[in-house]
Each structure stands twice: as C-alpha cells, then as structure tokens.
C-alpha cells in the first residue's frame, strides 16, 4: 500500500495546471491519474489519445469537443475520451475549472500529425 500526498504541479501550457497523483514514478503499475486545472480564457489543445481517458469535473464547467461534437460538462459529469478520437477540452465558465483524469498506464497523447507522446504528468 502506498500513500503519497499530491506531486509538485506542472505547468506545461500556460493556464494550465498538471499535478500527478498516481504515476509510475510514484508506485502505479496500471493507471495515471492527475488532477488538472484550467484558467478561464485558456485556449484548448486539439489532439487524439492512443488509450482510453477518463475525466471527472471537480468545479467549473467545461467545454468538450469530442469526434467533431460539442457539449458542456458541469461540476459531478464524466467525459468518456475513446481512444483514437478527436478530443479538445477548454473551461467553459469565468471560475477555474478543476478536473481529474484517468490514463491507463502507457497511454500516449498525439498533437495534430505529431508523433505520439506520454505527456509528463503521466509519468
């Protein structure tokens, strides 16, 4: 059994914060699971996933564009991300939005024709 307060959080994008909780570098051998805050007006990040992501809306409201559909996810919704499926998230309201995501180890994020890459909160 392994308890670990959060990881230093990681601001990659400007915005927007990553802070691990459950990595393969802090004793999860199946499942990445970070919390990640979005600042309103913070752009998205269109991209595919090459595994199955899974995010819970702690606070705030979201904006998902999710295979070329549109929908608003609020404070208690789950967004269902398959994989290989176009995907952008953005916060939809004026107050930070807080999320938790959950990637199965291995999983790796690919950005437009890029190669695909396991982004470093995932770790």
Same mark, same amino acid.
């Given at each position: 059994m392994s308890v670990l307060a959060p990881a230093a959080p *990681?601001?990659?994008f400007p915005g $927007?914060?990553?802070t691990p909780l459950a990595t393969p570098s802090?004793?999860?051998?199946r499942t990445s699971v970070w919390q990640v805050e979005i600042q309103p007006g913070t752009a998205a990040t269109p991209?595919? *996933?090459t595994d199955e992501e899974i995010f819970v809306v702690l606070d705030g409201q979201a904006r998902v564009w999710l295979g070329g559909?549109? $929908?608003t996810a609020t404070t208690g919704d789950s967004i269902v991300v398959p994989a290989d499926t176009d995907f952008a998230l953005e916060n939809g309201g004026a107050a930070p939005l807080r *999320?938790?995501?959950? *990637?199965?180890v291995g999983g790796q994020a690919r950005i437009g024709d890029?190669?695909?890459f396991t982004p470093p909160w995932a770790l």
């Open positions: *990681l601001d990659p $927007t914060r990553f802090r004793g999860s051998s991209h595919r *996933l559909q549109a $929908t *999320l938790l995501c959950v *990637l199965p890029g190669d695909p």
